[in-house]
């Protein structure tokens, strides 16, 4: 240990004598040098420049020296340091570029290679079927309409000849969403598309050629055909000199359109309160699963005069026909759905069974 009067002598300070420093400077760079990856190099760092490396160490020994030999031996100890901290850097300057390299090089993608394809989900069968029907009908030059899902009664009944006390009016197991008041009518979840044709002949002069498909709602419970949610097509015409065999023939195309060129259909008489005439329309189905058979499709018939009159149609000058078809019981046909809870229960395997994804 060296004394306050003692001449400067390194022997006595082991780590701070010039050939120390040069010796720890270059044991760093050795080190440094011959770390192959980044965590190596880490792994060595606190041997050279940690706490208790011998530049650091010789740092501590200043305190031991002379006045006026602690100048020099603090140049010559901070000289060693900053030269093993730019060794330490360069070798990590050098290792991370190679790190880079070698991740770029194991990660390349080859964007020439052919894609696996990723399912991201289907349009759900309903919709692609509400679509092709409009699509038939648009190219029969009918116009696609829609109304609200929130009906007022008026629009929903009193217009389509289904009054107050019209035992119709309960056959329809309606969701009432408001009482009726002194201003207003009540409101309903629509039970039909029919309040779009009133709306249509309301807003529109004929000639008058439309289809209107949507979400209708009924107090049904659910089981394999019924829904209290499903979806109906409707179609107007009003124009003048209409018959029923203009009905006959759209309804040949539309089954001919939805079931193959063979298939076959026939009207029974039946009744609506807002056609007169009317009738039930049967497609018959020689590849049905339990033998061929007529099966019911919808109704139909021609638009009766009191509903013309509601809407500021004179029915002296135009006639019309309307008729409804199930979009859910059309998808039903078409693809031989037994249970109808299969479109609605969430599963993703269901458009591919029928074939209608796209």
């Not at 019209?166 to 969403?177: G, K, L, S």
């Not at 029923?244 to 259909?265: C, E, I, N, Q, Y």
């Not at 029974?268 to 056609?275: A, E, Q, V």
């Amino acid at each position: 240990m060296s004394y306050t009067n003692d001449p400067y002598d390194p022997k006595q300070v082991a780590y701070l004598s010039p050939e120390a420093l040069d010796e720890a400077v270059a044991n760093a760079r050795e080190a440094f040098d011959a770390a192959e990856n980044l965590d190596e190099l880490t792994a060595v760092k606190h041997r050279h420049l940690g706490d208790k490396a011998p530049i650091l160490l010789a740092r501590r020994e200043i305190g031991a020296l002379p006045p006026a030999a602690k100048a020099d031996a603090g140049k010559r100890v901070n000289m060693a340091k900053s030269a093993a901290t730019a060794a330490y850097d360069a070798r990590a300057q050098v290792l991370q570029k190679q790190d880079q390299e070698r991740v770029l090089r194991e990660e390349a993608v080859d964007v020439t290679l052919p894609t696996v394809p990723r399912r991201r989900g289907a349009r759900h069968p309903i919709n692609l079927m509400a679509d092709r029907i409009t699509d038939i009908f648009v190219g029969m030059g009918y116009a696609v309409t829609e109304g609200p899902e929130v009906e007022s009664e008026w629009f929903s009944f009193d217009a389509l000849n289904i009054h107050a006390d019209h035992p119709a009016r309960t056959m329809m197991d309606t969701f009432y969403v408001a009482a009726p008041n002194k201003e207003h009518s009540g409101l309903v979840l629509r039970p039909h598309t029919s309040p779009v044709q009133i709306h249509t002949m309301i807003e529109q002069e004929p000639p008058i050629y439309a289809v209107a498909p949507g979400r209708v709602y009924r107090t049904d419970e659910v089981d394999a055909t019924h829904s209290p949610v499903f979806h109906q097509t409707e179609g107007l015409v009003v124009d003048k000199g209409i018959t029923m065999a203009h009905l006959k023939g759209t309804l040949d195309h539309f089954a001919r359109a939805m079931f193959g060129p063979s298939v076959k259909t026939r009207l029974r008489p039946s009744y609506f309160p807002f056609t007169e005439p009317s009738a039930e329309m049967d497609v018959w189905f020689e590849a049905h699963k339990d033998g061929p058979r007529w099966i019911e499709w919808g109704g139909c018939g021609m638009v009766n005069p009191r509903v013309l009159t509601a809407c500021g149609i004179d029915p002296d000058v135009y006639s019309g026909f309307a008729f409804g078809m199930g979009i859910d019981r059309a998808l039903m046909l078409r693809h031989g759905i037994a249970d109808m809870r299969d479109m609605f229960d969430g599963d993703v395997r269901f458009p591919l069974a029928l074939g209608t994804e796209e």
